[in-house]
Every structure is written in C-alpha cells, then in structure tokens.
C-alpha cells in the first residue's frame, strides 16, 4: 500500500474562483494563467477545467505550451517569457501559442523568418525585468512595420511590482507610464492586471486581465488570506498520523532538539516532510489540522515527517488524516509561518505527491 499522503484538487473551486476573477475584471477578458504545472496542481487538470471557461491560457515557456495542446486544448497559450530560440518562433506559428517579445534579439530573430504568430511586445514600465523601455517603443514599432506591413502584433503587456500592497503607489505610476508609452496605437489591446490588480479599488483593467495566484486560492494581497478575498482553497495537502506517543515534560522532539516539553505533551508523527515540499522553515506553532480540529507543528520538519502536538485533539489516532493546509488550515497562514509565500508552497509540492481531483 503507498502511502496516504495527498494533494486534493478541487476543480469545483478552481473554476468558481476563475468566475469571481471574471466578476472582478470588469469589461476585461481573463486568460487563466497556468504556469509552473497550474501552480503545483496539474497543468493539464487545471487547463481542462476551466476549458469553457477561459477564452486563453497564460503560461511562461514553450513547454508549458505544449502540455496544454497535449490535453487536446485548443484555446491561445500566450508565452509570458518569450522564446529562447529562433527555431521556437515556428513552433509558436503553427500552434496558435502567442509569444510575448521583450528583446532586440527576439526582434532580430523575427526579421529573418516569413512565418509569423500572433505576438505580444512587453513594456517595461518600472519592474525593469523584462521588455522595451517606454522611449524605445516607438522605435520598435517602426522595426516591426518595416518588417511587414500586415503585422501580427496584438498588443502590449506590462507586469506590477508592487500590485499586492494596497499602501504603494507605484501601480498607479506603473500603469500611468504604460497608458502613455502605448497611447499612440489604441487599436492595440493592453493587458496589465495580475491576480493583485484584481482588488485595487479603481485599478483599470484594460483588455485582459491575466490571474494566476487567486485562481488557487491563495491571496495576493500582503496581510490577506484568500478566503478573506472571497477565494476558495482549491488545493487540500494532507497526510497520515503515523505515530503517537507522549512526551514527557522536559524531553525534547526532533532534530537539534529545537521543542522540549513543557509539560508531559501528546504528540504524533504526520508522513509529509520537506521532501514532499512542505517548508523547513516551517516550525514550532505552526497550524495544521485533524478531524477538524487545529492543531500545531512542534520541533523542526524533517525530510519525511513532522511532529505535532495533539493537546487540542484528544481522540485522534493513528491512521487519521492530517490536514496541512485546505479549508480549515489556510495556505496563507502556513506561508506566514514559514516566512514566504503561498505561490511557492503549492509549486513547491514534489513529484512523489500524488494529486487527486474532484
């Protein structure tokens, strides 16, 4: 039998979460964003769910692209990172994947090829990541034209830096410097609202918004769980108790005896560790679940299994499930607790957890 360690999928609540972002994008169309396997819950699970719902996909490679076409998709994938290659350009013609292009040597690549896709320019407007510096942009734009005059350009995008903290004042500096840089081509669409941009009270949304954070249920906003957003946990990570014993006050649990006793303390082992990408950083008082009942971490994650203290759950036993994070345990507050963020727990989960969908 293999063990029961799980990540549960709610696919219910993905979609009802891809339709409170719609809600809130106003005139906006929404292209789901599905990168990094849909957050840790399965590229092509989530791409298929939320099929009638999305009129595109948003992803940041070419291989990203193609597992979404592997699923039998047929929607637009928009390559938010460009291509790596010239030979990828084809690749992104023939199957209707949209590049979005934020170099002189992707522009140079284009100039030698006959075959292009539809395609995206990207316009730094203060991350300074990637894409062209608002003052190169009309000088880009002569470039394509010169390369043909029936350009397969769609529009513009640009990404927020600081969206999540409702106090900074550089989102509305950021989309003023992109209004500007792309005023002189309004018949092109303009797509600057990551899953942030969706709560900020008079934020304009353009023509497509791209969520990706709050379509999982987690929030991304600073100080903000999901579910105080009106978002649903989509993904429940949970694991059996595998072992009960009690402590007795002044012993110690774990590596680098981190927790001792404070008094005699019923504790349990859980199989999920750091190996299974639950953080290490996570520790003492950090929440979790069982039957229902909040519970929490003691002492250091291990690679396997973590220990927990069951002073708050007198009646659970050995083959119950533990849940550490889903609908009782927010991901945020775990996130909190590990001193990070909920984006990178969910696409932290490895490989050997299965996931289950409903």
């Known amino acids: 039998m293999p063990r029961s360690t799980i990540a549960r999928i709610d696919l219910g609540a993905l979609r009802r979460n891809f339709q409170t972002a719609q809600r809130r994008a106003g005139g906006a169309r929404v292209m789901a964003v599905v990168k990094a396997d849909g957050y840790g819950h399965g590229i092509g699970p989530v791409a298929s769910a939320l099929d009638s719902l999305a009129p595109k996909y948003a992803v940041a490679c070419l ?4 597992a979404i076409r592997e699923t039998g998709l047929i929607q637009p994938v928009v390559l938010l990172q460009g ?5 990828d350009i084809d690749e992104c013609a023939r199957n209707g994947f949209e590049p979005v292009f934020h ?39 002569s470039r394509l034209q010169a390369m043909s005059a029936d350009t397969e350009l769609l529009g513009f995008v640009t990404h927020f830096a600081c969206a999540d903290d409702p106090d900074s004042a550089m989102t509305a500096q950021q989309t003023a410097v992109f209004e500007k840089a792309t005023s002189s081509f309004p018949d092109l669409m303009k797509s600057v609202a990551n899953s942030a941009a969706h709560f900020r009270p008079g934020q304009p949304m353009f023509d497509w918004s791209r969520p990706g954070i709050m379509l999982y249920g987690g929030s991304p906003m600073v100080g903000t769980t999901g579910p105080e ?10 694991a059996p108790l595998i072992s009960t014993r009690l402590v007795p006050a002044g012993e110690s649990v774990g590596y680098g005896a981190s927790w ?6 019923r504790m349990g082992m859980v199989a999920i560790g750091y190996g299974d990408g639950y953080p290490r950083h996570a520790g003492t008082n950090t929440p979790a679940a069982i039957n229902g009942q909040r519970i929490r ?38 996130a909190a607790c590990a001193g990070t963020i909920s984006y990178e727990l969910m696409t932290g989960i490895t490989g050997r957890v299965p996931r289950q969908y409903r």
């Open 83 to 87: 291509v790596h290659a010239e030979a």
């Open 63 to 66: 291989e990203e692209a193609r």
């Open 103 to 141: 170099s002189f040597q992707q522009l140079a690549w284009l100039e030698r090829l006959e075959n292009w896709p539809a395609f995206w320019l990207k316009v730094n407007s203060g991350m300074n990541r990637l894409g062209f510096h608002p003052d190169e942009l009309a000088g880009v734009m």
């Open 260 to 265: 001792v006793a404070d008094r005699d303390t």
């Open 297 to 334: 971490l003691i002492g250091r994650v291990s690679m396997d299994m973590l220990a927990v203290d069951l002073t708050n759950a007198p009646d659970a036993k050995e083959g119950d499930s533990v849940e550490l994070w889903g609908r009782t345990v927010g991901v945020d507050e775990v």
């Open 229 to 238: 957003l009106g978002l649903e946990p989509v993904m429940s990570l949970e």
